[in-house]
């Protein structure tokens, strides 16, 4: 029994150094990946500017192009618009029965890892009504954007909803 326990003593040294030896190692072995937080949120501001103006103009391939193919598109008073070609019927829809279309930006957040961004910002779209007349919209949105292997980065998710109220109900006509 004294062997073994002295031979414990005399091994713990060297046992507590190559651990550390190790732990060291991989420490060192360690790449931190360069925080590109600062440069991902400048590019996502530049899309979406681009795309605000490309739905200005009203070309809906360039404006769809800014999509995943993947994505999803939650539009007001209507279903989730999954899938590029889906976002693309909807935005079809969208820039053929408004007058004018802008949004800007006032929050871009990029993920530590720099694979996810949100931005939110508020539009205004000007459209005419049943009878004819003008009514602008305004209101707020959320894009999710997401990094692809070749550093491109695309729309996944995007949701907007109108700060106005809803029109009131048409009053109903009484029996008599």
């Known amino acids: 029994m004294i062997g073994i326990s002295h031979r414990r003593r005399k091994l713990a040294p060297i046992f507590c150094g190559c651990l550390a030896l190790v732990v060291f190692a991989s420490a060192c072995g360690q790449q ?4 590109t937080r600062i440069a991902d949120e400048a590019t996502i501001r530049e899309l979406d500017v681009k795309w ?9 391939e ?6 995943d193919d993947d994505a999803s598109l939650l539009p007001p008073n209507t279903t989730i618009q999954a899938g590029k070609a889906a976002v693309h019927a909807a935005w079809a829809g969208l ?27 508020v539009y205004q779209m000007t459209s ?27 729309v996944v998710a995007d ?12 009053p109903v006509a009484k029996k008599k």
Request: glycine share 4%.
């Open 128 to 154: 005419k009504n049943t009878q004819g007349r003008s009514v602008t919209d305004h209101g707020k949105y959320v894009e999710v954007w997401k990094k692809h292997t070749n550093s491109s980065w695309k």
């Open 62 to 67: 360039d404006t769809v192009s800014y999509y």
């Open 32 to 35: 931190l990946t360069p925080d």
């Open 95 to 121: 820039l053929g029965s408004v007058d004018s279309i802008a949004w800007q930006p006032n929050k871009i957040e990029v993920s530590r890892s720099s694979d996810l961004a949100y931005v939110i910002g």
């Open 159 to 170: 949701i907007f909803n109108s700060d106005l109220l809803p029109p009131a109900p048409e």
């Open 52 to 60: 605000a103006q490309a739905a200005t103009a009203k070309n809906l």
